[in-house]
């Protein structure tokens, strides 16, 4: 059984920056694809960044230029710079991992969810 764990969200101002890190249980190049989402009460999970295999990134849009994904193999971990936050990015964000290659990485393909971890941007 794989297991995922995020950690460093938090609270922070607008304008501000967090660094989400998730640890994996197993190693991370066995994974074709790896993802961030996040969610708000009410919402269905969104995807926010994925990165595949080979190094591909895919992002939505909304957080084009402000959010950098990334993964150390060596560590088994992902990483989600967040810079220039803003309240709209106040959610509970999610570590994803999936067996297939695919970008954009898609809720229906991933096979396994961290906990999630919360971040709140305040104004």
């Known amino acids: 059984q794989v297991h995922l764990v995020e950690s460093g969200g938090g609270s922070v101002q607008a304008g501000g920056s967090l660094r989400l890190s998730c640890a994996t249980s197993?190693?991370?190049?066995?994974?074709?694809?790896m993802g961030w989402f996040r969610q708000v009460p009410g919402k269905e999970r969104e995807r926010v960044a994925a990165i595949d295999s080979g190094g591909g990134t895919s992002y939505t849009d909304s957080v084009k230029g402000r959010f950098t994904i990334s993964q150390d193999n060596a560590k088994n971990s992902l990483y989600l710079e967040m810079n220039s936050l803003k309240p709209e990015d106040t959610a509970i964000y999610y570590c994803?991992?999936?067996?297939?290659?695919?970008?954009?990485?898609?809720?229906?393909?991933?096979?396994?969810w961290g906990q999630g971890t919360q971040v709140t941007v305040s104004s």
């Open positions: 994803a991992a999936a067996l297939s290659g695919w970008l954009p990485l898609l809720p229906r393909y991933v096979n396994y």
């Open positions: 197993g190693n991370t190049y066995s994974f074709g694809t």
